[in-house]
């Protein structure tokens, strides 16, 4: 049973910075790519970041230059670090990861094997 938790979600005015902790576990778990994805109600899961098992990161244009994708491998943690953060980034965050690195290239959500419950994130004006 491989199992992800997020952590770290909250309100934040914009303008703010908030990091976010997805805690993978499980015997077999060993992903080739785990991404951070989004969700808003009434719409569609979008990417947000993603990284592989080489280091490669990826990331969707509308966060580039304001979030930061990392991984600890020794403690199988993914962070997100997100700054100068917009009402619009207003959304529930999920953490996903797949055996297949190249869903870390295409951020596909349906190419993900496992998913996180999730973690809100609040941004005021």
């Known amino acids: 049973l491989v199992e992800l938790t997020e952590i770290g979600g909250g309100s934040v005015q914009a303008g703010g910075s908030l990091t976010l902790s997805c805690i993978g576990s499980?015997?077999?778990?060993?992903?080739?790519?785990m991404a951070w994805f989004r969700q808003v109600p009434g719409k569609e899961r979008e990417a947000v970041a993603g990284?592989?098992?080489?280091?490669?990161?990826n990331y969707a244009d509308h966060v580039k230059d304001r979030f930061t994708v990392s991984k600890r491998d020794d403690k199988h943690i993914l962070d997100l670090h997100m700054t100068s953060l917009k009402p619009e980034d207003t959304a529930m965050y999920y953490c996903?990861?797949?055996?297949?690195?190249?869903?870390?290239?295409?951020?596909?959500?349906?190419?993900?094997?496992?998913w996180g419950n999730g973690t809100l994130v609040t941004v005021s004006s």
């Open positions: 990284i592989d098992s080489s280091g490669t990161a």
């Open positions: 996903g990861a797949a055996h297949l690195s190249i869903y870390c290239s295409t951020l596909f959500p349906l190419g993900m094997d496992y």
């Open positions: 499980g015997e077999t778990y060993s992903p080739y790519c």
